[in-house]
């Protein structure tokens, strides 16, 4: 593939990554093995099923991707993943990771919008899914990729196989593996997008595993740290920081719950004596609440991560005293950067702030609408290049133009200042998304499924304030003729298989969009006139 349609960094930038020794050359294949060598016997991962150690989960993996081969799968071959949160997940990656595929990541709450523009777009030659899981049966989903999209050759299930092929049966006699490159793209995350559908991220062996690294420094994670995975193990938050990859790195141990519910995650918080883990603010919100009126104990909790979304200073003040752990808020992308608020940083740090960049080579730029530089503590946008942020989208040339600046700088969308000792806060947003509880929505590619119904002449989708999620999404809409009622527009969206969170919260007709100066549909104007509309009627 060539470097349009995957950009890598510039040489001189690669020659300065690998000489500061951020770039170490192992690939994720690699430090399995080594994991192996070091802990053998010590617990990996767990599940509400299992548990493997590390030398069983090298092994496993090791046959696993000797049956991937067997099937037919080939390095650089791209590889849906949608799988909750389970040891298959872990072992699959794995696999992948050993015989130079990429996994694609998927949510498991993604459907066949989704799902057939991300094959469609990655090529991909297989499919991997649970048979069901949260009341979804996936074989359905599973046999319409599988006749639709031509690249598809495997589907393989994990559960009742169906037609299909049963991932246990690819545990085979072990093979030789492919050489990967730890400089090649090791798997493709997806962007929450701001733009039609959503964009692949192509991340590298050494770039992701520096980024692990690195946030195994800030976080302290060793071998004694024990992670508990409440959010969607494919999301970039729980994979990698430090996430379930970051805690293998440390030797650590992984128990990956099925919820992040309190009837779930309380029970295995005190049985797996969980010391750590990463949860966004509504999930906090929720755990803030149910704590007190629950006997729990949490004394081996450290640290408990909140990200993904903006976390208020009024609950983030909470969490210490309820959960005596500290507090870490952490401002992150799929795309690259990682901010973190230190475990010693003063308390007004930690409840304010969203923390500092983690790399001491992560570039920051906040500017003004003419990409000039604003003050310390003035709002602007984000900029950041660094030896884990991606210099471009897969696949995406005409895109990428406008989402990285030319010398190579990641436009993020955020609207943040950064204080005059490097820490940021989030302030707002430029990119045209919905970040509804840490989900994101990219506002057009609901407004073209709307667009797309006969009746409906116009569509525009803003975020609504909500006090649990944070924001939630509500739709204008301007029609044709007649308006439809609600439950009609819910059951037109599910039926063209778009993922429920991406369903408008609210949905409102009216005559004309207000206009900005330019003739544009005027979303500040919307935002203004929804907050408005809260404000008085309730
Ligand atoms: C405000 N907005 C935030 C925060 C993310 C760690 C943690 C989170 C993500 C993630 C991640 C925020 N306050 N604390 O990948 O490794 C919004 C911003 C950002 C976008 C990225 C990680 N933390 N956000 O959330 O790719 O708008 O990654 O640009 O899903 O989430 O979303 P995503």
């Not at 470097?3 to 690939?27: A, K, N, V």
């Not at 990429?102 to 030659?125: G, M, N």
């Not at 609210?506 to 404000?535: C, H, M």
Request: with cysteine; net charge negative.
């Amino acid at each position: 593939m060539t470097r349009e349609e995957i950009p890598t960094w510039p040489q001189s930038f690669i020659d300065y990554y690998i000489e500061q020794g951020c770039w170490e050359g192992e690939t994720f294949g690699d430090i399995l093995s080594r994991l192996n060598n070091l802990y053998q016997e010590k617990i990996a991962v767990k599940d509400h099923t299992s548990a493997l150690s590390y030398r069983a989960l090298d092994e496993r993996v090791h046959q696993l991707a000797s049956g991937l081969l067997y099937l037919g799968i080939q390095p650089q071959d791209r590889v849906i993943i949608q799988l909750p949160n389970s040891i298959a997940f872990v072992e699959i990656i794995f696999a992948l990771f050993r015989i130079g595929a990429l996994p694609v990541f998927t949510l498991p709450a993604h459907r066949w919008s989704e799902l057939s523009y991300i094959a469609e777009k990655s090529e991909a030659v297989a499919y991997v899914v649970p048979d069901q899981y949260d009341g979804f049966g996936y074989l359905p989903l599973a046999r319409t990729i599988n006749k639709n999209i031509e690249s598809i050759q495997n589907v393989i299930v994990v559960g009742e196989e169906a037609e299909f092929t049963n991932y246990h049966s690819l545990f085979m006699e072990t093979q030789p593996m492919p050489a990967v490159s730890a400089d090649s793209v090791a798997f493709l995350q997806l962007s929450g997008g701001s733009t039609g559908l959503p964009k692949l991220i192509p991340r590298t062996h050494n770039d992701y595993i520096y980024s692990l690294k690195k946030s195994n420094e800030i976080c302290q994670m060793t071998t004694a740290s024990i992670y508990l995975a409440v959010l969607p193990a494919a999301h970039n938050f729980t994979l990698s920081s430090p996430g379930i990859l970051g805690t293998l790195l440390a030797g650590g141990k992984v128990i990956l719950s099925p919820s992040g519910s309190p009837e779930v995650a309380f029970p295995l918080m005190e049985k797996e004596r969980v010391t750590i883990t990463g949860l966004v603010p509504h999930l906090a919100l929720l755990w803030l609440d149910a704590a007190p009126r629950r006997s729990f104990d949490f004394s081996s909790l450290e640290v408990m991560q909140v990200g993904g979304a903006k976390f208020g200073s009024e609950a983030a003040k909470r969490v210490t005293p309820t959960f005596n752990c500290t507090l870490q808020q952490v401002f992150g992308m799929a795309e690259g950067l990682v901010n973190y608020t230190r475990l010693d940083d003063p308390a007004e740090v930690i409840i304010h702030t969203q923390g500092r960049p983690m790399s001491e080579y992560d570039e920051i730029l906040v500017v003004n609408a003419n990409d000039e530089p604003v003050g310390v503590n003035q709002p602007g946008e984000l900029l950041t290049r660094g030896p884990y942020t991606i210099r471009g989208y897969y696949k995406a040339q005409e895109h990428n133009k406008k989402a990285f600046t030319e010398n190579g700088f990641y436009r993020t969308g955020d609207i943040v200042c950064v204080d005059e000792h490097g820490y940021i806060t989030v302030t707002g947003r430029e990119k045209d998304q919905i970040n509804r509880g840490g989900e994101k929505i990219a506002a057009e590619e609901v407004e073209n499924h709307l667009i797309a119904h006969e009746q409906i002449f116009d569509a525009a989708i803003v975020s609504m304030p909500d006090a649990f999620l944070g924001e939630k999404s509500c739709a204008y809409m301007i029609s044709k003729s007649e308006e439809m009622d609600d439950s009609e527009l819910r059951t037109y969206l599910r039926d063209r298989g778009m993922a429920v969170y991406k369903i408008p919260d609210r949905f409102i007709w009216v005559n004309e969009f207000p206009q900005s100066g330019v003739g544009k549909t005027s979303k500040k104007d919307l935002r203004e006139a929804i907050k408005e509309f809260y404000n008085t009627n309730l």
